[in-house]
């Protein structure tokens, strides 16, 4: 007989009971809870038990036939009326429905994954993973590839860590929660706090049409719960092993500049690096007061090495952090229960620095693919805790309650020394002998680009939060309303370059910063950088009401509404950017068409948005400025790599930013309106049969008001001079001004030169900018069979379209990810020619991944992704002629436009997309599980391998067409292959259970 816990089984199954069984969440749920609904008998009682915890209630059912368990913990329960009885699973953010009374019916049992998604109460494109289902794949042990099995996600760029993008989003527009919890880092949204793997019981992942309680995202929502305590003390032990003998080798990049020196040959140098990881956890759950009080608690150890080789030097990194997670809940009384959840996820990542030794000629040895002599070593800190407390009370069979309290630390990156050896020299480079690639020169160290301010401490992140939810269910109508209400400040510590000044040397090409310079002459660019010390603060607050009302016994129909305020601070506490009362509608439906469950018809309309990110207070609010200068320079110091003598100075200085911090008043809009998406979805979902389900979805979502930085002064002196502001000077303005692109600016401005701010409105015309334009536009066809005889199989293709003239919260192609601070419309040129199809724009994505049991022992298991590529751009310097004072400031900027050199050396404006995109990829993953009828069925030993047959097809072109402004030339590497298929690795697991 095959065991329940190697595969999720039912038992026999009366034909209308399946069909109500195969659902998943009735919509806009609570974030952390489930709930049971279903028909009985009206007037009858409904009672339900939790199989893990004892947790008790019942109700008499409703008149018109209908009941609702709501705000249940996840896990297993005993539902039951009459002599009617039902082993169900409730999953987070979901409802199980249960209908008593049906001809045929017989009692069943669903233990372990998922329920089928068809769910007539439900408008929400949601979809939910238990661990068990997640053990079952070959997948990687984290939430961002498990939320890349959903439709509608794609894996945005390597340079932010491959996040999940979401219904065409930039990456860094999801939420992320942790058993309620808002976990996400609003610094730059790229992050969010970490927990131990195994300690998720369950992942949700919302890719649309949410309701009123979620906000702060445009892409999706990724919901954790944990696991928690039972009535049986249960425990166990587990270890992941990724070895570096198992793992493919990745693949060099050779560089087609055929002037490249030998040790310079590599555009790309992979091949010798290593990595290995072990990651291990010991955990224990159980019962402190039998049905009343319990706890579960996870400790996870790792050992993950590296060892990255550069061309002559290289480095090897070594992380031994354990995790922890705790877990108390305490059911008070049946109608009450408090929980509690403490994560320590603090880590320090060891590193070493090597030099390769000189050879023969005296010049370090290059690509060695070992590492030479120690340089330096030092510790990198980051990660915190996090604390969350709830409360839920059952007040009547009517109404309930819930609180939560929550609290992240979270420190960035903190280096330890602060300064490594070399710190008092100046950052070096020498390019001149090929602009396109750079020798370090001096005594600096490789390590430390940029020294930070001593006595602040480490950067930090810090949200507290606290959140108020009730329903009340009033005949048809279930009414949801609520607050939530969070601090998050980020401190950041000032910075300089390492010792206070970078030089690098290049050659002339015949003409330097707009200056005619004989072809040969040796030059140097210096840069002077600073960024000031101080912590920032955002204050997000939201409150909500939705309404889901039960029309007919077929029809449900769903509004709502939450209004948002979003407050950021400069490092002295004064607002820069308040908005209140931003209203986001939405509304859904569902129509059982058929009456039986087995035809769904729905649709949802909502308007989403976004908050601002708190790297916007620290950049835009706070110092950050470059000094940029070009000089004829006599001979280089062989110690330090600077100057021995600087000459005369080449054309002006350029300047990017002030020392000085801009007035809060001037340095956003005062007509500014945050960031916010609207988004329509239609959707169709069929039973085909007791185990196969299909349907088909159309999403169509649209920014409406992006909302970016302008870097740019030229157009605000010639508004000034039109309207007869004489005395005006642009200095007095913030460097960067965030506004809505497209629209007339309305700023305080000091106009007369005299110290008085007077709000005035400039017409967009003098600003050139388009409006801020993206659209995502898709067709969703998903399917699954439902786990039974020992089989289970889930899949989906997706046709979408990512179009407009900006990704979004991030720039992909210059991996930049400053949110509302991108380059994209620092200056209306690098509009140009931006509108296309973005960097997460992926035609075509087919889905499949499935789970079979061979016998009782065996079991085999594959995921399987096929996925058109990429767009592909060309990225050169903005022509500064004619540009006013504003060609000072964007000399700063790197090739980030679409105006190129071409093959003629001459600059064209080029479109977004133009070069085509990167190539199809297929990636076949497969597991193979063992467990031993000797072990009792308590010994798992698994091998997954990630990419059988090791595909290595291009991910990623280099896009730069050119380099070196001063003298602008056409770069050999353009289009040059950079990045490809991750290469085959293997998974070793063994888990033990007991």
Same mark, same amino acid.
């Given at each position: 007989?095959?065991?329940?816990?190697?595969?999720?089984?039912?038992?026999?199954?009366?034909?209308?009971?399946?069909?109500?069984?195969?659902?998943?969440?009735?919509?806009?749920?609570?974030?952390?809870?489930?709930?049971?609904?279903?028909?009985?008998?009206?007037?009858?009682?409904?009672?339900?038990?939790?199989?893990?915890?004892?947790?008790?209630?019942?109700?008499?059912?409703?008149?018109?036939?209908? !009941?609702?368990?709501?705000?249940?913990?996840?896990?297993?329960?005993?539902?039951?009326?009459?002599?009617?009885?039902?082993?169900?699973?409730?999953?987070?953010?979901?409802?199980?429905?249960?209908?008593?009374?049906?001809?045929?019916?017989?009692?069943?049992?669903?233990?372990?994954?998922?329920?089928?998604?068809?769910?007539?109460?439900?408008?929400?494109?949601?979809?939910? !993973? %238990?661990?068990?289902?997640?053990?079952?794949?070959?997948?990687?042990?984290?939430?961002?590839?498990?939320?890349?099995?959903?439709?509608?996600?794609?894996?945005?760029?390597?340079?932010?860590?491959?996040?999940?993008?979401?219904?065409?989003?930039?990456?860094?527009?999801?939420?992320?929660?942790?058993?309620?919890?808002?976990?996400?880092?609003?610094? /730059?949204?790229?992050?969010?706090?970490?927990?131990?793997?195994?300690?998720?019981?369950?992942?949700?992942?919302?890719?649309?049409?949410?309701?009123?309680?979620?906000?702060?995202?445009?892409?999706?929502?990724?919901?954790?719960?944990?696991?928690?305590?039972?009535?049986?003390?249960?425990?166990?032990?587990?270890?992941?092993?990724?070895?570096?003998?198992?793992?493919?080798?990745?693949?060099?990049?050779?560089?087609?500049?055929?002037?490249?020196?030998?040790?310079?040959?590599?555009?790309?140098?992979?091949?010798?690096?290593?990595?290995?990881?072990?990651?291990?956890?010991?955990?224990?759950?159980?019962?402190?007061?039998?049905?009343?009080?319990?706890?579960?608690?996870?400790?996870?150890?790792?050992?993950?090495?590296?060892?990255?080789?550069?061309?002559?030097?290289?480095?090897?990194?070594?992380?031994?952090?354990?995790?922890?997670?705790?877990?108390?809940?305490?059911?008070?009384?049946?109608?009450?229960?408090?929980?509690?959840?403490?994560?320590?996820?603090?880590?320090?990542?060891?590193?070493?620095?090597?030099?390769?030794?000189?050879?023969?000629?005296?010049?370090?040895?290059?690509?060695?693919?070992?590492?030479?002599?120690?340089?330096?070593?030092?510790?990198?800190?980051?990660?915190?805790?996090?604390?969350?407390?709830?409360?839920?009370?059952?007040?009547?069979?009517?109404?309930?309650?819930?609180?939560?309290?929550?609290?992240?630390?979270?420190?960035?990156?903190?280096?330890?020394?602060?300064?490594?050896?070399?710190?008092?020299?100046?950052?070096?480079?020498?390019?001149?002998?090929?602009?396109?690639?750079?020798?370090?020169?001096?005594?600096?160290?490789?390590?430390?680009?940029?020294?930070?301010?001593?006595?602040?401490?480490?950067?930090?992140?810090?949200?507290?939060?606290?959140?108020?939810?009730?329903?009340?269910?009033?005949?048809?109508?279930?009414?949801?309303?609520?607050?939530?209400?969070?601090?998050?400040?980020?401190?950041?510590?000032?910075?300089?370059? %390492?010792?206070?000044?970078?030089?690098?040397?290049?050659?002339?090409?015949?003409?330097?910063?707009?200056?005619?310079?004989?072809?040969?002459?040796?030059?140097?660019?210096?840069?002077?950088?600073?960024?000031?010390?101080?912590?920032?603060?955002?204050?997000?607050?939201?409150?909500?009401?939705?309404?889901?009302?039960?029309?007919?016994?077929?029809?449900?129909?769903?509004?709502?509404?939450?209004?948002?305020?979003?407050?950021?601070?400069?490092?002295?506490?004064?607002?820069?950017?308040?908005?209140?009362?931003?209203?986001?509608?939405?509304?859904?439906?569902?129509?059982?068409?058929?009456?039986?469950?087995?035809?769904?018809?729905?649709?949802?309309?909502?308007?989403?948005?976004?908050?601002?990110?708190?790297?916007?207070?620290?950049?835009?609010?706070?110092?950050?400025?470059?000094?940029?200068?070009?000089?004829?320079?006599?001979?280089?110091?062989?110690?330090?790599?600077?100057?021995?003598?600087?000459?005369?100075?080449?054309?002006?200085?350029?300047?990017?930013?002030?020392?000085?911090?801009?007035?809060?008043?001037?340095?956003?809009?005062?007509?500014?309106?945050?960031?916010?998406?609207?988004?329509?979805?239609?959707?169709?979902?069929?039973?085909?049969?007791?185990?196969?389900?299909?349907?088909?979805?159309?999403?169509?979502?649209?920014?409406?008001?992006?909302?970016?930085?302008?870097?740019?002064?030229?157009?605000?002196?010639?508004?000034?001079?039109?309207?007869?502001?004489?005395?005006?000077?642009?200095?007095?303005?913030?460097?960067?001004?965030?506004?809505?692109?497209?629209?007339?600016?309305?700023?305080?401005?000091?106009?007369?030169?005299?110290?008085?701010?007077?709000?005035?409105?400039?017409?967009?015309?003098?600003?050139?900018?388009?409006?801020?334009?993206?659209?995502?536009?898709?067709?969703?066809?998903?399917?699954?069979?439902?786990?039974?005889?020992?089989?289970?199989?889930?899949?989906?293709?997706?046709?979408?379209?990512?179009?407009?003239?900006?990704?979004?919260?991030?720039?992909?192609?210059?991996?930049?990810?400053?949110?509302?601070?991108?380059?994209?419309?620092?200056?209306?040129?690098?509009?140009?020619?931006?509108?296309?199809?973005?960097?997460?724009?992926?035609?075509?994505?087919?889905?499949?991944?499935?789970?079979?049991?061979?016998? /009782?022992?065996?079991?085999?298991?594959?995921?399987?992704?096929?996925?058109?590529?990429?767009?592909?751009?060309?990225?050169?310097?903005?022509?500064?002629?004619?540009?006013?004072?504003?060609?000072?400031?964007?000399?700063?900027?790197?090739?980030?436009?679409?105006?190129?050199?071409?093959?003629?050396?001459?600059?064209?404006?080029?479109?977004?997309?133009?070069?085509?995109?990167?190539?199809?990829?297929?990636?076949?993953?497969?597991?193979?599980?063992?467990?031993?009828?000797?072990?009792?069925?308590?010994?798992?030993?698994?091998?997954?391998?990630?990419?059988?047959?090791?595909?290595?097809?291009?991910?990623?072109?280099?896009?730069?067409?050119?380099?070196?402004?001063?003298?602008?030339?056409?770069?050999?590497?353009?289009?040059?292959?950079?990045?490809?298929?991750?290469?085959?690795?293997?998974?070793?697991?063994?888990?033990?259970?007991?």
């Amino acid at each position: 007989m095959k065991k329940t816990s190697q595969l999720w089984r039912q038992s026999r199954v009366g034909a209308a009971v399946a069909v109500a069984l195969m659902f998943t969440a009735p919509s806009f749920a609570d974030n952390a809870m489930g709930s049971i609904y279903g028909q009985a008998k009206a007037g009858s009682s409904v009672s339900i038990v939790s199989v893990d915890t004892g947790l008790k209630r019942d109700l008499t059912v409703a008149a018109d036939g209908r !009941f609702n368990f709501s705000q249940l913990p996840t896990g297993r329960y005993k539902v039951s009326s009459g002599a009617e009885s039902y082993e169900i699973l409730v999953t987070i953010g979901t409802g199980s429905p249960v209908y008593f009374g049906r001809e045929g019916a017989e009692s069943i049992t669903v233990t372990g994954g998922r329920i089928s998604p068809i769910d007539t109460s439900s408008a929400e494109s949601t979809t939910v !993973f %238990t661990q068990e289902q997640i053990q079952r794949l070959p997948v990687s042990r984290d939430i961002t590839s498990v939320a890349l099995l959903a439709p509608g996600t794609v894996k945005g760029d390597t340079g932010f860590g491959n996040l999940a993008s979401i219904g065409g989003s930039s990456v860094a527009e999801n939420g992320y929660y942790i058993n309620g919890f808002d976990v996400t880092n609003i610094r /730059d949204f790229l992050s969010y706090a970490e927990l131990p793997f195994d300690a998720i019981a369950q992942q949700q992942i919302k890719t649309g049409g949410y309701g009123a309680e979620y906000g702060r995202s445009l892409g999706g929502v990724i919901n954790l719960v944990t696991k928690r305590g039972t009535n049986e003390w249960q425990g166990g032990v587990a270890a992941y092993w990724l070895p570096e003998a198992l793992r493919e080798p990745g693949k060099n990049v050779l560089s087609r500049d055929s002037t490249r020196p030998d040790d310079q040959r590599f555009y790309v140098y992979r091949a010798d690096n290593t990595s290995e990881t072990m990651s291990y956890n010991v955990h224990a759950g159980g019962p402190l007061i039998e049905d009343r009080l319990f706890v579960f608690a996870l400790v996870e150890g790792r050992n993950n090495e590296s060892d990255i080789y550069n061309r002559i030097d290289s480095y090897s990194t070594n992380n031994t952090s354990p995790q922890v997670l705790l877990k108390l809940d305490w059911n008070i009384t049946d109608d009450h229960i408090v929980e509690f959840t403490g994560i320590h996820n603090e880590e320090e990542v060891d590193y070493v620095t090597y030099d390769n030794p000189d050879g023969s000629g005296g010049s370090p040895l290059a690509y060695t693919g070992n590492h030479g002599l120690e340089n330096s070593r030092y510790t990198i800190e980051s990660g915190g805790h996090v604390m969350i407390g709830r409360y839920t009370g059952h007040l009547s069979d009517n109404f309930t309650l819930s609180a939560l309290w929550g609290n992240l630390e979270h420190t960035n990156s903190y280096r330890t020394p602060e300064s490594l050896p070399g710190a008092e020299c100046p950052r070096a480079f020498d390019s001149r002998n090929n602009p396109a690639t750079v020798t370090y020169i001096g005594c600096w160290n490789t390590a430390q680009v940029t020294i930070r301010d001593p006595d602040f401490g480490p950067n930090y992140d810090e949200r507290t939060a606290m959140r108020l939810d009730a329903e009340w269910v009033i005949g048809d109508h279930t009414v949801r309303f609520g607050y939530d209400d969070e601090v998050f400040e980020s401190g950041n510590a000032g910075a300089v370059y %390492t010792g206070g000044i970078y030089y690098r040397y290049f050659t002339s090409t015949g003409t330097v910063n707009g200056v005619a310079v004989p072809a040969g002459t040796q030059y140097v660019r210096t840069w002077d950088y600073n960024t000031g010390s101080a912590s920032y603060e955002v204050h997000n607050s939201a409150i909500y009401l939705e309404d889901s009302w039960q029309v007919t016994d077929n029809l449900m129909v769903y509004a709502g509404l939450r209004r948002e305020t979003f407050d950021n601070k400069n490092g002295d506490g004064d607002s820069f950017v308040k908005a209140e009362d931003l209203n986001a509608p939405r509304f859904g439906f569902s129509w059982d068409m058929a009456g039986d469950s087995s035809k769904k018809l729905f649709g949802t309309l909502g308007r989403y948005f976004i908050p601002v990110a708190s790297n916007t207070n620290i950049r835009a609010s706070g110092v950050e400025y470059i000094q940029i200068d070009y000089w004829n320079f006599t001979g280089i110091d062989p110690v330090t790599g600077a100057p021995v003598t600087l000459g005369s100075q080449i054309g002006p200085t350029g300047f990017n930013g002030s020392p000085t911090p801009p007035d809060p008043a001037t340095v956003a809009a005062t007509n500014l309106n945050p960031m916010y998406q609207d988004e329509l979805i239609l959707g169709y979902q069929q039973q085909l049969s007791s185990d196969w389900t299909v349907g088909v979805r159309y999403i169509d979502r649209e920014v409406k008001d992006g909302m970016e930085d302008f870097c740019s002064h030229q157009g605000f002196i010639d508004w000034a001079a039109d309207n007869g502001y004489n005395n005006f000077d642009y200095h007095s303005m913030a460097t960067c001004i965030i506004l809505n692109p497209g629209r007339d600016l309305a700023l305080n401005v000091d106009v007369n030169d005299d110290g008085n701010l007077v709000p005035v409105v400039i017409p967009n015309e003098y600003l050139g900018l388009p409006k801020y334009e993206r659209t995502y536009r898709a067709l969703e066809v998903f399917w699954e069979r439902t786990p039974s005889d020992g089989w289970f199989l889930q899949g989906s293709y997706t046709y979408g379209k990512s179009e407009g003239n900006v990704e979004g919260y991030v720039n992909s192609t210059l991996e930049q990810d400053d949110p509302g601070l991108t380059q994209d419309f620092d200056h209306y040129l690098f509009t140009d020619g931006a509108k296309g199809y973005l960097p997460n724009d992926r035609r075509h994505t087919l889905k499949v991944f499935t789970a079979y049991d061979l016998n /009782d022992e065996w079991a085999v298991s594959a995921n399987l992704l096929v996925q058109s590529g990429r767009p592909v751009s060309c990225n050169g310097y903005v022509p500064l002629a004619g540009l006013g004072v504003d060609a000072s400031s964007l000399q700063a900027y790197s090739a980030s436009s679409f105006y190129c050199v071409d093959e003629n050396g001459n600059t064209v404006l080029t479109q977004r997309g133009q070069y085509g995109e990167t190539p199809w990829t297929y990636m076949v993953d497969v597991g193979v599980a063992y467990v031993p009828a000797w072990a009792d069925g308590k010994l798992v030993l698994r091998a997954d391998i990630f990419n059988l047959f090791d595909f290595d097809k291009v991910t990623e072109y280099e896009e730069t067409g050119e380099f070196n402004r001063a003298s602008p030339t056409r770069n050999p590497d353009f289009l040059n292959d950079v990045n490809y298929q991750s290469p085959r690795a293997v998974r070793l697991t063994a888990r033990y259970s007991f």
